[in-house]
């Protein structure tokens, strides 16, 4: 379903979730609410799309590639990169909210407010784990939990 409505605006899950990391950023930055800032370095952008590095740079290398967001000097500290959303990008993710939260609210219909509120706080966690995780292999003498 998602994957469709997407696809529509020839985008992938990946790359639409850099662009929305982008957009909350941008968001904030607009209304006051943290720096001044709209951009994010490609390890953050990894740190919240629950990615590695190497996955977050061929992202980026698409977006940039198709005009949506810049890779350029971080204002701070020219060591680092910087990736910020484009004029075309913001008009992107613009065309693809309406119809993409109209879908999120249609699938999360039968769940109740407690529901969805459960669901948040879980999936909010399983984010925070994800972005915890280690550069090197999980020990596979570590076993899941039963």
């Not at 915890?132 to 570590?142: C, I, L, M």
């Amino acid at each position: 379903m998602i994957q469709a409505h997407l696809g529509k605006h020839e985008i992938s899950q990946g790359r639409f979730g850099v662009l929305m990391a982008l957009w909350g950023k941008c968001q904030r930055a607009e209304h006051g609410d943290g720096d001044a800032s709209n951009c994010l370095t490609p390890a953050e952008l990894a740190d919240r799309s629950a990615v590695t590095r190497a996955t977050m740079t061929g992202l980026i290398d698409t977006l940039v590639r198709d005009g949506l967001v810049t890779r350029e000097p971080h204002p701070e500290d020219r060591r680092m990169m910087s990736v910020q959303l484009t004029e075309r990008g913001i008009q992107l993710i613009r065309g693809i909210l309406p119809n993409h939260f109209r879908e999120m609210a249609w699938l999360l219909q039968p769940l109740t407010e407690s529901e969805r509120q459960t669901l948040v706080r879980l999936l909010s966690k399983i984010q925070q784990r994800a972005a915890e995780h280690p550069s090197t292999p999980v020990d596979a003498s570590v076993s899941a939990p039963a």
